[in-house]
């Protein structure tokens, strides 16, 4: 028989002893990696803070903004500081660069990318700015379009709640005296 392949213990070698110096060495290197995670992380939100501290300001200053500009620091596995429902700013994958993304109808848009503090918080009031507008805009276009539908069913309305209440009344009092009737034993 050959003994190429089987490693012959030694005395001395407790396969036990082996088994948890090698589980004792992959915990600690999991654990490493683990803090080395948890340090890039907080390094990312850390970097998000100080973008949400320069645009506090300027959000705060505008109430056109006020209504769906939140700048909220959510944490987790990649942080984010959110814009709005759809806009928010997270750190590349290198952690040394800002992206800014928009969730559209056809995916993820990564709309600005730098390593720039001050090009990112030019950009983000712009951004913000336009988002501004165009929400005006629309806010505007809405309520135009719905005014003429909102009078007819608002008088469409008015109209059914009175026939409603008038037929409530008509019921009740015919209930009442069915009941006036029977209670005195004349039906």
Do not use: C
Not at 46 to 55: N, P
Not at 156 to 164: A, D, I, T
Request: proline share 3%.
């Amino acid at each position: 028989m050959s003994d190429i392949g089987n490693k012959r213990e030694t005395p001395g070698d407790d396969p036990a002893a082996v088994m948890a110096a090698e589980l004792k060495r992959a915990r600690e290197l999991q654990g490493a990696g683990h803090e080395a995670q948890l340090a890039a992380r907080d390094m990312a939100a850390m970097r998000l803070l100080a973008v949400k501290q320069e645009l506090a300001p300027y959000v705060e200053s505008l109430p056109e903004v006020r209504g769906f500009v939140e700048l909220a620091l959510v944490s987790g596995e990649r942080p984010r500081l959110w814009l709005d429902l759809v806009s928010y700013v997270v750190m590349g994958a290198d952690q040394q660069h800002w992206q800014l993304v928009q969730d559209t109808v056809e995916g993820r848009e990564i709309v600005f990318e730098t390593d720039q503090l001050d090009e990112l918080v030019a950009f983000l009031r712009k951004f913000i700015a336009h988002r501004a507008v165009q929400r005006e805009r629309l806010l505007r276009s809405d309520t135009a379009s719905a005014k003429p539908l909102l009078q007819t069913v608002s008088g469409g309305l008015q109209k059914s709640l009175l026939w409603m209440a008038w037929l409530a009344g008509l019921a009740t009092g015919a209930f009442a005296l069915i009941a006036l009737l029977l209670a005195t034993g004349r039906l």
